[in-house]
Antibody, heavy 119, light 110 residues
């Protein structure tokens, strides 16, 4: 059974870089036909798609975050990573990783990791 | 801000039927699949409806999805207390070349 587990620093200072990892177990991170997505949810707000990486390496980023975000896959570690630069308080959120099918359904989600941006 | 609009809240009594609307556009809802996600309090989202109206394995048939033109709907029949939570529609957007979530709807069972 595929399981996803996000991990990260918990707190980041304004203007610094946020780095998160999503550990994939019970399945292959390089399996053809799937994307790996990052989604975030600010406190009390709705879901916000950050970006997705396809098994072939193709990348899709939210236009509003494209200049600050990078997503990558490490097949050796079975991990999907997210990097977000120049963070502000507006980046405070619960960050989720999810498996995204070829038709874009997000059928497996991690439990999420909370990130607070504060000095 | 989201390009897919939902009502902020809907409510009903146990056993009732409630519907949640999702208003989009030709670049998302009309020409791509719509998905619905359920998020119970303190939990991660869960795929509730896939490809407009298909229920993943394990999802009760009380939940149903439909789509017409640029709008989609989620119906919950036989409302139960455990249905309390947030529900979001989502779709791929061809203009943005990205995934978009609806604004989200809180369902309250009175």
């Amino acid at each position: 059974q595929l399981q996803l587990q996000e991990s990260g620093p918990g707190m980041v200072k304004p203007s610094e870089t946020l780095s998160l990892s999503c550990n994939v177990s019970g399945g292959s991170v390089s399996r053809s036909g799937y994307y790996w997505a990052w989604i975030r949810q600010p406190p009390g707000k709705g879901l916000d798609w950050i970006g997705s990486i396809y098994s072939s390496g193709s990348l899709y980023y939210s236009p509003s975050l494209e200049s600050r975000v990078a997503i990558s896959v490490d097949t050796a570690k079975s991990q999907v990573s997210l990097t977000l630069t120049s963070v502000t308080a507006a980046d405070t959120a619960v960050y989720y990783c999810a498996r995204q099918g070829f038709q874009h359904e997000m059928d497996v989600w991690g439990k999420g990791t909370t990130v607070t941006v504060s000095s | 801000q989201s390009v897919m609009t939902q009502p902020p809240s809907v409510s009903g009594t146990p056993g009732q039927r409630v519907t949640i609307s999702c208003s989009g556009s030709s670049s998302n809802v009309e020409n791509n699949y719509v998905y619905w996600y359920q998020q119970l309090p303190g939990r991660a989202p869960k795929l509730l409806i896939t490809r407009n109206n298909q229920r993943p394995s394990g999802v009760p048939d009380r939940f149903s999805g439909s789509k017409s033109g640029t709008s989609a709907s989620l119906a919950i029949s036989g409302l139960r207390s455990e249905d309390d939570g947030d529900y979001s529609c989502a779709s791929w957007d061809d203009s943005l070349t990205g995934y978009v979530f609806g604004t989200g709807t809180t369902v309250t069972v009175l």
